[in-house]
Structure formats: structure tokens, C-alpha cells
């Protein structure tokens, strides 16, 4: 898992039809002190997250299974799982 801040949406008017009605959200990576590394991706949204929310997400195979239907095989490199309420010691 890794944590990202939402910074933008996707529309897509075509995409797999895996994917529709499921929110694509851009997030930008961030290393543990909450600063931006690396570039920023599309997400698929499982959490209904927001904007400058800070979330955590799987990448590869994880997030193709964090859709509902994990049984059928989607097009899916990224997908946030939760959103962060808290990080502390």
C-alpha cells in the first residue's frame, strides 16, 4: 500500500466497459512525511474519495482485485482502497 493526495478527476466519454461507473481520480504519491514523490496516476476510486483527500492505494494485480466484481479481470493499475483519517506515532 502507499499513500497519495487526490489532485484532480479523469472523464473518460470511452474506457472498458470493466469500468464503468467507477470514478477515475489523478493522485499525487507522497513518501511517509506527506511530501510529493514521484509523478502523479489515475486511480480507480473504491473508497469514494475526494478532492485533497489523502488516501491509500495498490498498484498490479491488488488493485484489479479492489473492484467488486474481482473475479473478472480489469484493466486497472491503481486503486485507492481507503481513505487516511490519521497518521501519527
Not at 466519454?13 to 514521484?38: C, F, N, W, Y
Not at 476510486?45 to 495498490?58: E, H, K, N, S, W
Amino acid at each position: 500500500m502507499y499513500l497519495a493526495k487526490v489532485i484532480g478527476t479523469v472523464v473518460a466519454s470511452q474506457k472498458s466497459a470493466a469500468l464503468t461507473g467507477i470514478k477515475l481520480l489523478v493522485v499525487q504519491p507522497l513518501d511517509e512525511e506527506k511530501r510529493d514523490m514521484g509523478e502523479p496516476l489515475v486511480a480507480v476510486d473504491t473508497a469514494q474519495a475526494g478532492p485533497m483527500d489523502t488516501v491509500f492505494y495498490v498498484t498490479g494485480r491488488e488493485a484489479s482485485m479492489a473492484l467488486e466484481d474481482a473475479k473478472k479481470l480489469s484493466p486497472v493499475d491503481a486503486a485507492i482502497i481507503g481513505i487516511v483519517d490519521q497518521i501519527g506515532d
